[in-house]
């Protein structure tokens, strides 16, 4: 199992850290590093500084959203970074939910969202194969276009730039069953969210479907210290803000997640004390046992033992959440 350091996206603004942890990851072995956007900071961006300041550690997006850029714009950012960074780029998408893509890119939620992925991940895989000009006659993506306004002057091109890998990974964000099992045919990878080891029984028959060397690399908190409440309080937060802000009470996929693990009523109620502006206690609302089960927080000893589960199971990408270097080194070391 590889491990990865997560960034994810920023807040007010850029974490004057985030290079050293890079650095210090990059040093210690760590395979690759994770950026994110939600309605703020790109992914793209950090990823091609980071790839200035460093030498071998593998880029990934965790995730680039689908609605913030055409599928050509994409693969144009797919290409070029990964030109820049000499073959280093790991390509992470997903479709985000109704409250982001309509609320902040403007345009409206697919109504059959499997289809509208496997169309945007048709054309960037035609961009970056770069075998013919690329066309597709889909239900929300058209090359050329020929719909409504259209000139009809519009036609099919080849990126004029060849790709330094025709095959650059794919790696898609995923939460529901059938997202699942689709993302297992359609990319080289999947990118839980959340990811549980009791849990691996509920993604045996998607994965079993899965090619040799299919990625599995999941999001996790990490954290070295004595106090496992304390080190618990982050991951309560991060899942009130996704359960309660990042959707909608009639469509939330996070709310769906949870309740399919038998958390319906909680995250129901999570999501109602975040609309009413009573934050602290939707994250008090989080079940300590939730997020440790998705989490490596505690002493040494304890994240040792709890390590193991994640080995063992179908996971070849652990996609760390750490805001200190000795916990970087603890998991480094842990996991050799």
Known sequence: MRLGLALGY???????????LVREAEDLGYHSVWTAESWGSDAFTPLTWIAA?????????AVAQMAARSPAATAMHALTLDHLSGGRLLLGLGLSGPQVV?????????????????????IVRQV????????????YHRLPYDGPGSTGLGRSLRSITHPLRPDLPVLLGAEGPRNIAQTVHIADG???LYWSPARTHLYAE??????????????????????VTEGLRPVKAMLAFYVGG???ARRNFHADLLARWGYGEVAARIGELFASGRREEAVAAVPDTLADEISLV???????????AWRSGPVTDLLITAPDPPTLQALAELNA
């Not at 998607?206 to 990625?215: D, I, M, R, T, V």
């Open 246 to 248: 990042m959707g909608h």
């Open 10 to 20: 920023w807040g007010r603004g850029p974490d004057p850290r985030h290079l050293q």
């Open 53 to 61: 300041h460093t030498r071998r550690i593998a880029l990934g997006t």
């Open 190 to 192: 999947w990118l839980p």
């Open 206 to 227: 998607s994965l079993a479907a899965a090619p040799e060397g299919f990625l599995v690399a999941p999001l996790v908190r990490a954290a070295l210290c004595a106090d």
């Open 102 to 122: 309509e609320g902040w890119y403007g345009r409206p939620f697919p109504d059959r969202p499997l289809m509208a992925t496997r169309e945007y991940v048709d």
């Open 298 to 308: 505690g002493p040494r000893k304890r994240i040792a033992e709890r390590l193991t």
């Open 128 to 139: 970056l194969r770069r075998t013919a000009p690329v066309t597709l006659d889909g239900r």
